[in-house]
């Protein structure tokens, strides 16, 4: 059951983040010499078809467009020879400035030449994506999932790496448990991160974003409405029906879900104090990933 083994961090998320990040140039190494932009024409250019981002909203092209078309490209896009066509370079971050540059009919483009084989191209890719581009909460939040399914990194790595919060990456990872129908509000932007937040541990979240999205609900309101109306009587709290989990439990499944990237289930009987807990993994790659974890020193910065 021997895994491949993963690329460490090293030069991994750290170095390809200083190369998309162009306002501070990457200082050169002897593995990877400084090189200075160069102007190429435009139709040499061709986009990465394995580009993770397909949507480029049409209104922020075109001030885009009118942005170059009066100050020209500021910031180089980086490149790679193109493997599928001599003479040729591949976009492996800015493919917006080239989209934008074809619309204010530039002739030449400036651009960086990289060395990144095809595992480090669809990295950078993600990266851009989170980094600089416009994104919605979904979008951002299948970023970082790539990250760490594909690449290894764990939710602290990718936190002190991209200058986030490690609460804002789980809570944006949560909302991947979310229904299709509930992610495709996200991304039209009818409703917010914090609303979806609120609807995760009800038990049918689609029909409450519905209800939301007609009644102009705000966060706040949608949480009292994810609540449901409070008992009429106080009386002392009882155990759920049979099967039935409270929100809390509910919520950790998400989050340790979310983390390990496999079905948990919680069973913590109510008004005890011991429980159980079942991570279900759907094939021998994800039981020798759950064993790494488990068996791996605290120091390693892994889940």
Known sequence: MKKPERRGLGRGLSALIADVNMNEEAPATEDRPR??????????????????????????????????REKGVIQPLIVRNNPRQAGTYEIVAGERRWRASQRAQLHQIPVLVREFDDTEVLEVAIIENIQRADLNPIEEAQGYRQLMDRFGHTQEKMA?????????IANLLRLLQLPDEVQDYLREGKLTAGHARALITTDDPAALARQVITGGLSVRETEKLAKGPKPVASKPRVSA???????DTRALELDLAANLGMKVAIDHPPGQEAGKITISYADLDQLDELCRMLSASPRAGTI
Request: proline letters at 10%; charged letters at 30%; glycine letters at 2%.
């Open 35 to 68: 090189r200075a932009d160069m102007l190429v024409p435009i139709e040499s250019v061709v986009p990465n078809p394995d580009q993770p981002r397909r949507h480029f909203a049409e209104e922020a092209l075109e001030e885009l467009a009118a942005s170059i």
């Open 241 to 247: 029906p049979s099967g039935e989990k409270d929100a």
């Open 160 to 168: 002190d790496a991209l200058s986030k919060s490690r609460s804002h």
